[in-house]
């Protein structure tokens, strides 16, 4: 057995633990703000009230008649307490199921008035239209003054960072009153593989960005793309979005169009060359089913990895896509990222702040240092980040 499997999987069972405060605390905070914003009828409470209940006292359920959740092993786990079975699979399976108390994926369409309609979408268009997002666009001016390997690095940086808050985060740092990961500045990087990715990159053909939240992580990720295009560093992007709403501020097609009108209707030009990379083909949107699966990118369905096998480089955004590919284990932090990764068909980069427990690709140094300033704080608050790469 090698180190990469022998870590014990992630679950919420320690009451203690960070993905315990996530299911007990997080979710049913979740459930109230989503309640409280949209007119949902008398259905949609009874089953918010179920799904309360069972998130927090019960156990998992077959969820009927959803043949595309029965695929991710929920016979498995039927039975079980949320907080036994791994955290990775129950946090998933709590957003499938507030879609489904929703009335999001609907039934015949004549009787389903809330099909489709993304619960999430009143948190992420208020993000766009606040403070973060304007002052997003208004550093672009600034950026205009620097060398292009000074655009790029900042841009790197600005998809990286915008990755610190995502929507659920925030919900619960608020509740802790402790505000100290939601600020605008940056943080420490544990870990930064920035000049191997550019040295990946130079004459590369197509980047495939998995992307994480919506909003003002993906303003900048568009924006680092549009860069990447335009100044010849790669001839094509592909951008991963979710098929549904997700882990609240996760990406969806109907968000990138929320963020390139965004760009557009603030008159930059980065918006206009978006909007036509969009039209022929430089960059495409793609919205694979398995971008919602509850397991890790290392059980990944054969077209997908031929889709990660064609590209030249693979980003990955945020925490949840780095918890997926590296295994949601508590790894030593020093086991290598490139051992954890070794399974993926082709260059591999993460961008990510650290909100979760898992860490791979640590320095000895740097652990040592990071536990003796924070104990295991560093792991989730948010004001860590990191960018591996493996080639
Ligand atoms: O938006 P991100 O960066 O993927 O973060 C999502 C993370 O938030 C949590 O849901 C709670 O912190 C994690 O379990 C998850 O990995």
Not at 193 to 221: I, K, S, Y
Request: aromatic share 10%; glycine share 8%.
């Amino acid at each position: 057995m090698s180190e990469t499997t022998d870590a014990p999987v992630i679950t919420g069972a320690d009451p203690a633990s960070f993905p315990h405060s996530v299911l007990a605390d997080r979710h049913p905070a979740l459930i109230r703000r989503v309640r409280d914003a949209f007119p949902y009828g008398p259905e949609q409470h009874r089953a918010l009230d179920a799904l309360l209940k069972s998130a927090v006292e019960g156990t998992v359920e077959a969820l009927d008649g959803d043949a595309w959740w029965d695929a991710w092993g929920v016979a498995e786990y039927v039975g079980r307490s949320w907080f036994e079975v791994p955290f990775l699979w129950s946090e998933s399976y709590f957003y499938r199921r507030l879609l489904h108390a929703v009335g999001y994926f609907g039934g015949p369409p004549w009787s389903a008035p809330w099909q489709g309609v993304d619960p999430f979408r009143p948190f992420k268009l208020a993000e766009l239209g606040g403070p973060e997002a304007r002052e997003e666009i208004a550093a672009l001016d600034r950026l205009a003054g620097l060398t292009e390997a000074e655009q790029r690095t900042a841009l790197l940086h600005g998809s990286l960072w915008g990755n610190r808050a995502d929507l659920g985060f925030r919900l619960q740092r608020a509740g802790d009153h402790d505000d100290d990961a939601d600020g605008a500045g940056a943080g420490e990087l544990v870990a930064d593989d920035g000049d191997v990715l550019w040295r990946l990159l130079p004459g590369a053909g197509t980047l495939l960005l998995v992307a994480d939240n919506a909003g003002c992580e993906l303003v900048p990720d568009l924006l680092l793309v549009d860069h990447l295009l335009r100044h010849g560093h790669v001839e094509r992007a592909v951008l991963h979005v979710k098929p549904y709403p997700y882990y609240v501020s996760d990406a969806t097609t109907a968000d990138v169009v929320d963020a390139v009108r965004h760009l557009a209707a603030a008159g930059t030009e980065h918006g206009r060359r978006l909007w036509s990379a969009l039209a022929d083909g430089r960059l495409a949107l793609r919205a694979h089913p398995f971008s919602c699966g509850p397991l890790p990118y290392a059980e990944m369905p054969d077209d997908l990895r031929a889709e990660f096998a064609a590209a030249d480089v693979t980003v990955m955004k945020g925490d949840l896509n780095y918890r997926r590919l590296v295994g949601d284990r508590m790894y030593p932090p020093t086991t290598p990222y490139r051992d954890t990764t070794a399974y993926f068909p082709g260059p591999v980069a993460a961008l990510r702040t650290l909100k979760s427990d898992v860490i791979t690709g640590l320095a000895p140094d740097t652990e040592a240092r990071l536990v003796a300033a924070e104990g295991q704080r560093w792991r989730t608050s948010g004001t860590h980040a990191l960018i591996q790469v493996r080639t």
